[in-house]
């Protein structure tokens, strides 16, 4: 059992968690990923760890009530526990020794995972311009934290509430514009996000790292549901990933079967037993 240590809302629909898991803590890298399962009859969930601390035993993950298990554990107070937390899973992420300039970019919860991302670069010395997109100011989400790990930090909103108005791809591409050279870019968020980013760098020839989230459900490469197709070959997200080269990847693919399950998890939200006549929630 994963006793939740601490749990803060970020914004109405996103809320933040620690849990305590030293095994995990003491193993985890930037760039893996957990599977949760809140108790036996639970889904199993990937989520991208979002900080661990190794002397605290906790690690910390960030999630959008969008789906029922992510509702049900939003429902889980501090002292509750989970029942299964696997992990860290996934291969840690790579960067090339003697990169000096790197691009983060993270659009909306995306910045949950973009936030360890740049802060391991950051304390490697590495200068990081963390572009942070989000619809609106009401959902811009951990700030502070990025601020403390980024050299610059670029906040766009789509409707111009906050920061910048536009895309994040606006603000990329306007850096890239104005002279800044990057050795590499890293985008996490939304898959039209990611792919967005890759055609802004493609002509330029940056170096793109994205970090894919299909819908899995084993976590050890054998069930196949993470299957994208990168450079014309089939990888497995949860152990050739979740990082690919973002110049080589099927992005509309991604999306097709990202979309597959759109209505049964709909469905799940809302399901009303037809036996006792009472929402289901787990
Ligand atoms: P969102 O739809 O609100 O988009 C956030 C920002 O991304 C936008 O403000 C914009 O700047 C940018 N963006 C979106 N579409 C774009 C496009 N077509 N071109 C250029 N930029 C675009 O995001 P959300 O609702 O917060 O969803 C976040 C997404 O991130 C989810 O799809 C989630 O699955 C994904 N995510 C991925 C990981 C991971 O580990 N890969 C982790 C957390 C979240
Ligand atoms: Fe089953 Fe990746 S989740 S193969």
Same mark, same amino acid.
């Given at each position: 059992?994963?006793?939740?240590?601490?749990?803060? =809302?970020?914004?109405?629909?996103?809320?933040?968690? +620690?849990?305590?898991?030293?095994?995990?803590?003491?193993?985890?890298?930037?760039?893996?990923?957990?599977?949760?399962?809140? !108790? =036996?009859?639970?889904?199993?969930?990937?989520?991208?760890?979002?900080?661990?601390?190794?002397?605290?035993?906790?690690?910390?993950?960030?999630?959008?009530?969008?789906?029922?298990?992510?509702?049900? *554990?939003?429902?889980?107070?501090?002292?509750?526990?989970? *029942?299964?937390?696997? %992990?860290?899973?996934?291969?840690?992420?790579?960067?090339?020794?003697?990169?000096?300039?790197?691009?983060?970019? %993270?659009?909306?919860?995306?910045?949950?995972?973009? @936030?360890?991302?740049?802060?391991? *670069?950051?304390?490697?010395?590495?200068?990081?311009?963390?572009?942070?997109?989000?619809?609106?100011?009401?959902?811009?989400? *951990? =700030?502070?934290?990025?601020?403390?790990?980024?050299?610059?930090?670029?906040?766009?909103?789509?409707?111009?509430?906050?920061?910048?108005?536009?895309?994040?791809?606006?603000?990329?591409?306007?850096?890239?514009?104005?002279?800044?050279?990057?050795?590499?870019?890293?985008?996490?968020?939304?898959?039209?996000?990611?792919?967005?980013?890759?055609?802004?760098?493609?002509? @330029?020839?940056?170096?793109?790292?994205?970090?894919?989230?299909?819908?899995?459900? !084993? %976590?050890?490469?054998?069930?196949?549901?993470?299957? +994208?197709?990168?450079?014309?070959?089939?990888?497995?997200?949860?152990? !050739?990933?979740?990082?690919?080269?973002?110049?080589?990847?099927?992005?509309?693919?991604?999306?097709?079967?990202?979309?597959?399950?759109?209505?049964?998890? =709909? !469905?799940?939200?809302?399901?009303?037993?037809?036996?006792?006549?009472?929402?289901?929630?787990?």
């Amino acid at each position: 059992m994963f006793k939740i240590i601490r749990k803060r =809302e970020l914004n109405d629909q996103v809320m933040l968690m +620690v849990i305590e898991a030293p095994l995990i803590a003491k193993k985890a890298k930037a760039g893996q990923f957990i599977i949760f399962r809140t !108790d =036996e009859l639970g889904e199993r969930v990937p989520l991208t760890i979002a900080d661990y601390d190794a002397d605290k035993g906790t690690i910390t993950i960030i999630f959008q009530k969008i789906g029922r298990s992510t509702m049900q *554990l939003g429902t889980m107070e501090e002292g509750d526990c989970i *029942l299964d937390v696997v %992990g860290p899973l996934g291969i840690p992420t790579h960067f090339d020794e003697g990169i000096k300039r790197v691009a983060v970019i %993270g659009g909306g919860v995306g910045c949950a995972i973009a @936030y360890p991302q740049a802060k391991a *670069l950051f304390n490697a010395g590495v200068k990081v311009d963390l572009i942070a997109g989000f619809r609106s100011k009401d959902i811009v989400i *951990l =700030e502070d934290e990025m601020k403390a790990v980024s050299t610059n930090l670029y906040i766009t909103t789509d409707d111009g509430s906050y920061g910048s108005k536009g895309f994040v791809t606006t603000k990329l591409q306007e850096l890239i514009n104005s002279g800044v050279k990057y050795d590499c870019v890293v985008a996490i968020g939304p898959v039209p996000m990611m792919k967005f980013v890759c055609n802004v760098t493609k002509p @330029y020839g940056i170096k793109t790292i994205v970090s894919l989230n299909p819908i899995m459900i !084993d %976590g050890t490469g054998m069930c196949g549901g993470c299957r +994208v197709t990168v450079d014309g070959k089939i990888k497995y997200a949860c152990v !050739d990933g979740p990082d690919f080269n973002g110049h080589k990847v099927d992005f509309d693919e991604l999306i097709r079967r990202n979309s597959a399950y759109k209505d049964f998890e =709909e !469905d799940s939200r809302g399901h009303i037993c037809r036996l006792t006549g009472g929402v289901r929630n787990g």
